[in-house]
């Protein structure tokens, strides 16, 4: 189920991002101990009982076809979650520099204004080291988009990708 769970899209990209992120470790950690539970899921399927009570064979059917799905399944999940989180990363950034460059396009007359209005976009600028954290969100949402078309869920639409170049 929690495979084919959608994930909420706030009004706040930051908050889609970090609520991704949150899915994304959850999901990581139930799926690290996957082969530990094939293995003990085959010695069940293999002796059609667990600790000796019968198990129904439409049981076991039913439960090696949710196995399999997952197993097949989840290492796209997380590539495709790992997309998602940098994209909403980089879309709460982009949102981010452009309420901030609306606030410095403002005319204002005075000079106290105009040099508050420089205080403050150099503060955002350098102190924030937006260049920087741009080029590393852009970086990583690249890469994830990537990794994600050469995988077997090409949801991403290639323009995406190609504008990204």
Do not use: C
């Not at 189920?1 to 609520?19: C, D, F, M, S, V």
């Not at 890469?143 to 504008?163: C, F, G, H, M, N």
């Amino acid at each position: 189920i929690a495979l084919r769970e959608e994930i909420p899209i706030h009004q706040a990209h930051e908050e889609t991002a970090n609520g991704v992120h949150r899915k994304l470790e959850q999901h990581k950690e139930v799926l690290k101990n996957l082969e530990s539970h094939r293995q003990t899921f085959q010695q069940i399927h293999r002796d059609r009982s667990v600790n000796g009570v019968p198990v129904p064979s439409e049981q076991l059917q039913d439960m090696a076809e949710r196995f399999n799905f997952v197993s097949m399944s989840s290492h796209a999940h997380l590539i495709k979650m790992e997309f998602w989180e940098m994209k909403y990363r980089l879309m709460a950034f982009l949102i981010l520099a452009e309420s901030k460059l609306k606030s410095w396009i403002i005319k204002y007359g005075r000079r106290d204004s105009v040099e508050l209005l420089l205080d403050g976009y150099v503060s955002f600028i350098e102190g924030y080291k937006f260049f920087d954290q741009y080029e590393i969100i852009y970086k990583a949402l690249k890469q994830a988009a990537e990794i994600y078309l050469k995988s077997d869920t090409l949801v991403v639409p290639t323009r995406l990708v190609k504008s990204l170049n």
